[in-house]
């Protein structure tokens, strides 16, 4: 019996000399690149699931109405988290699937990891939705896109004030940053402009995806007697389908959410991404060059607001519209003087104004009067 | 020798006897989701293993699971189940960064010395404290490990949003940047940090520790038998606090590369679940320290591939998830099946 180890010895390493011809024989097979040739290659990363319902599911819908193009061929990664894995599958776009164009969606891609890969391709376009880019300090062949995705939650916050019984909203929040925080005080400052004595309270968790978390805020905010609730965190799922049980009206964040909320999904704000990235698409395809910045509202298309839910009047319909239609002509400012903030301090004087496109407003760090709660962990 | 031999082969026969029947039911799983199994494992391979790019892919992704991977292993050794890999990554992480901030002026290497020292500590600490609650305090090392996660996650998230946020971290809090001189480069002639070779080198010490000297005797002493151990005269309870302290240096030293070689900050990035894809990894080996590396690699090929899988057979993500579980629930099996193969028994008695 003392031979026998030796034998189970040499079968195996056999065994493994077999295994490996084997597999090199399946990476020759495997070097052809059957992509057909002449068209846009678009290559997509998402840092959470394609049908999150949310922030993913709206880029994804994005670049499946781009995948549709007989000309475009797109591809996507998901749940690619923001570490040295999102610069490995963004090189493994352009030398596995011979990606033309990156579209690496979450926000924290863009630093270190876009600016570490973009210029060692300096062929290849990295886009990055956030309106990180600037000028002269990040590589040439790096941009961003992004859109005041506020707008729509200003139109939202209309008929969330128009439709609320006891005037008090509740909004879900991520973190104390000045995107979220710009979110929740246009939707304030829009309930407020059709009903002045409208307050929105607001839970902060946290993160961005911490759905038992964000299933308790909801609780929590129904308890004290809010009667619609919007959100912006990565998945507003857990929200709408909470608020749904609880009975109450919700507006949508990132997608559109209704047939999670058949009953209280008044309207929300949405991307629409598959604009932006069909107007990439066309522009690589013509050989035009790609502008480092894009940034719009409503007016450009980048965003747009869900279809009301029947049960919102005609009412509050007419106010929402009439908002809307000042927002599409472009003569919209939201942040107007006089604006005080939540602890009675004059943020905006009287006669002041600040534009959507106002750097200033991209560093808020205040909550608008109306809204209780802190900026403060 | 035919012992030792027999003592090495029984483990190995059977984990890869388990990892074989993990293939083939992930296979039975693939083809149900509608995808053709050979394609997708000829994928998988030419993405995990097929060119110098998807090695260097995988070798990258599998060094932090070195590192984390200890966390978990080395406690075993004392019979001890600590999952806290993840909060020792991130307070090590943390604490590297803030040292490096303190001494701006300091040259590089002193700064990545200051770093990994800061990083190690941080992590050790953290995770003594869950071996300390279970020697004073009989409290499950388990349970207080995992929460011992949260809390390091909320500590971070405090500090990056206050003390210590770069004001122009806007819509990202994190610290300041440590200065690109003070990064880690790659090792020469890949694309790969050097972070590959601390994990590497970690987990050949770890393993001459454990199993080569009087230290690494006594804990498996302690580990077979607490009480036989004390009468023995061990003490059980320094080498908890040790073993704890070790684990967590390891892991500490994986929140340093984190923060030196890829982000330059710390910020909630750090939190990227290493610390829970280690506790799998010392699983699958066994808690052995030199299993760890292979294991490691294995696991970044699978975690690499996902890529390739997704875009070429459109399978979700969670299709490597499917596969990570499988080989976790079959390996788990497979414990049960040590000692029952008479003919190695025999060998090993001869």
């Given at each position: ?8 010895r ?20 495997w070097?052809?690149?059957a992509?057909?040739?002449g068209?846009?290659?678009?290559g ?7 049908d999150d319902?949310g922030?993913?599911?709206a ?6 109405a781009?995948a549709k ?8 990664e998901e ?8 610069q ?5 776009m352009?030398?596995?699937d ?7 969606t ?32 990040h ?10 995705i506020d ?13 609320s019984?006891?005037g ?10 000045p ?7 246009n ?16 839970i ?7 759905p038992v ?5 909801t ?10 609730i919007?959100?912006h ?21 990132h ?13 929300g ?8 990235y069909?107007?990439y698409?066309d ?6 060059p790609?502008?480092?910045l ?16 029947q ?9 929402a ?6 927002f ?13 903030d ?16 106002d ?10 009067e109306?809204v209780i ?5 | ?18 990892l074989?029947?993990?293939?083939v039911?992930?296979?039975v ?8 199994p ?16 998807s ?6 992704r ?6 984390t ?6 406690p075993?050794?004392?019979?001890l189940?600590i ?13 590297a960064?803030?040292?490096a ?16 020292v800061?990083?190690m ?12 609650l279970?020697?004073?305090r ?7 490990s ?19 946020r ?21 090792i ?7 972070g ?5 080198v970690?987990?050949?010490i770890?393993w001459?520790?454990m199993h ?16 036989a151990?004390?009468i023995a ?9 040790i ?7 390891a892991?500490?030293?994986?929140g340093?590369v ?5 982000h330059?900050?710390?910020n ?6 290493y ?13 052995n ?6 294991v ?12 390739l899988l ?21 390996i ?7 000692g029952r ?5 025999k060998?090993?008695?001869?």
């Amino acid at each position: 019996m003392a031979a026998s180890p030796k034998l189970t010895r040499r079968q195996l390493l056999k065994g493994t000399a077999a295994a490996g011809a084997l597999g090199m024989l399946g990476g020759l097979r495997w070097t052809d690149q059957a992509w057909a040739a002449g068209k846009v290659k678009m290559g997509f990363i998402f840092v959470g699931p394609r049908d999150d319902y949310g922030y993913n599911q709206a880029h994804f819908e994005g670049k499946s109405a781009v995948a549709k193009l007989d000309w475009v061929k797109a591809f996507d990664e998901e749940k690619v988290p923001e570490t040295i894995e999102v610069q490995k599958t963004m090189e493994s776009m352009v030398k596995l699937d011979g990606a033309q164009v990156l579209f690496p969606t979450s926000f924290g891609y863009f630093d270190p990891h876009i600016l570490k890969v973009a210029p060692q391709y300096p062929t290849i376009q990295f886009l990055h939705c956030g309106g990180l880019y600037q000028e002269g300090k990040h590589p040439k062949n790096a941009g961003s896109y992004f859109g005041y995705i506020d707008e729509s939650q200003y139109i939202a916050g209309i008929v969330a004030g128009g439709m609320s019984k006891s005037g008090k909203l509740g909004f879900v929040a991520a973190k104390p940053i000045p995107q979220v925080l710009r979110n929740i005080n246009n939707y304030t400052l829009g309930a407020r402009s059709i009903r002045p004595n409208c307050t929105t309270n607001v839970i902060f968790t946290g993160g961005w995806s911490l759905p038992v978390r964000e299933a308790e805020a909801t609780n929590s905010l129904v308890d004290q007697g809010i009667d619609v609730i919007t959100c912006h965190v990565d998945s507003p799922k857990v929200v709408m389908t909470t608020a749904e049980k609880r009975g109450i009206y919700c507006t949508g964040y990132h997608c559109n959410q209704s047939k999670l909320a058949p009953k209280g999904y008044l309207t929300g704000a949405e991307w629409n991404w598959a604009k932006v990235y069909m107007d990439y698409a066309d522009m690589i395809r013509k050989g035009q060059p790609v502008p480092h910045l894009v940034r719009g509202g409503l007016k450009e298309g980048i965003v747009k607001v869900s279809d009301y839910n029947q049960v919102v009047t005609e009412a509050v319909r007419k106010q929402a519209d009439a908002a809307k239609d000042k927002f599409m002509s472009g003569g919209m400012v939201v942040y107007k003087g006089p604006i005080k903030d939540n602890t009675g301090r004059v943020v905006i004087a009287a006669g002041t104004e600040h534009v959507q496109t106002d750097m200033w407003l991209e560093s808020m760090d205040w909550l608008v009067e109306g809204v209780i709660g802190s900026t403060k962990s | 020798m035919p012992q030792t031999l027999n003592k090495a082969l029984e483990p190995f026969l059977i984990i890869v006897g388990s990892l074989m029947v993990s293939m083939v039911l992930f296979g039975v799983f693939v083809a149900s989701a509608g995808a053709d199994p050979f394609e997708v494992y000829q994928t998988m391979y030419r993405a995990a293993f097929g060119t110098t790019f998807s090695w260097q892919n995988t070798l990258i992704r599998a060094a932090p699971l070195m590192l984390t991977a200890l966390c978990t292993a080395l406690p075993g050794y004392l019979g001890l189940i600590i999952i806290g890999g993840e909060g020792a990554v991130v307070m090590g992480g943390l604490v590297a960064a803030i040292a490096a901030l303190a001494i701006p002026t300091a040259p590089p290497m002193v700064v990545l010395t200051t770093m990994a020292v800061a990083g190690m500590v941080a992590g050790g600490l953290w995770l003594i404290i869950g071996g300390a609650l279970r020697h004073y305090r009989a409290v499950n090392e388990t349970i207080s490990s995992l929460l011992l996660n949260y809390i390091a996650i909320a500590v971070l998230n405090h500090f990056v949003t206050s003390t210590f946020r770069d004001p122009e971290s806007l819509n990202h809090p994190s610290t300041h940047h440590i200065g690109e001189a003070n990064m880690i480069g790659v090792i020469p002639g890949t694309d790969l940090h050097w972070g590959l070779v601390l994990g590497v080198v970690a987990c050949v010490i770890a393993w001459f520790l454990m199993h080569h000297t009087v230290f690494g005797f006594a804990s498996q002493i302690a580990g077979g038998n607490v009480r036989a151990a004390q009468i023995a005269g061990l003490p059980v309870g320094r080498l908890i606090l040790i073993i704890c302290f070790l684990a967590g240096a390891a892991g500490g030293l994986a929140g340093m590369v984190e923060v030196a070689a890829i982000h330059g900050r710390a910020n909630d990035t750090l939190n990227a679940n290493y610390g829970y894809a280690g506790i799998l990894v010392a699983f699958v080996a066994r808690n052995n320290p030199l299993a760890i590396i292979p294991v490691a690699v294995l696991l970044g090929g699978i975690r690499a591939s996902s890529g390739l899988l997704q875009r070429a057979h459109e399978l979700p993500d969670a299709t490597v998830l499917v596969m990570q579980g499988i080989i976790f629930l079959v390996i788990l099996f497979s414990e049960t099946l040590y000692g029952r193969f008479s003919r190695l028994q025999k060998q090993g008695v001869s």
